[in-house]
């Protein structure tokens, strides 16, 4: 093919299966971790790492700290991004250290880079505190959607009797409060007008 798009010794549908499988993989690893938590803190530590590389270059650069500990943050937020994604279990931890990082870089690292790599950090932080593994199996009542409720609802009406039914209807009336009688209400104005 132009442009070297086969492979040499791939069918191009051969290649298209194992392009789908590669998605897939990718899909499924995507799932099993807090993906989108770990790439905003990546993104807000490149954006803090990249930041005063660019000010070098400006006339005027706001510059509150030791320059030191604007790389430093970056760097642990970057660091934090990835573990994030190769050990979800600590998602907790590095969730909270993106955070307190991110609140950090306001005062170290130009305003949190210019605000946008603070923003970033808070919002991958939350993320990744708040990801939770997708570990219920699909049958249960709580994944249920609309169609299922209504379909078990049915399903639970057809297999109860009408005796049942009519049972619990009578034990209902049987609790109720009656009804006060006419003689016993109390009259207001309007109805006293009227009579009258």
Known sequence: MLLGRSRPGLP??????????????????????????GLFIVAAGAELLWLPFALDALSAAIT??????SYLIALIMMVAGILVWLQPAQRIFLGLVAVVLSMASFVYS????????MILGLLG??????????????NRLDTAG?????TAARTFASRVSATTWTATAALGRR??????????????????????
């Open 12 to 37: 191009d549908g051969d290649r298209v299966r194992s392009r789908g499988r590669r998605r897939k993989a990718l899909r499924s690893w995507r799932r099993s971790r807090p993906f989108w938590g």
């Open 64 to 69: 509150f700290g030791a320059v030191g500990a």
């Open 110 to 117: 130009n305003l949190g880079g210019l605000l946008a790599g």
């Open 125 to 138: 932080g939350t993320l990744a505190m708040a990801w939770a593994p997708d570990n219920r199996p699909g």
């Open 146 to 150: 609309v169609r299922s409720t209504l």
């Open 175 to 196: 609790f109720r409060r009656p009804a006060a009688p006419a003689s016993a209400r109390v009259e207001t104005g309007k109805t006293r007008e009227r009579a009258g």
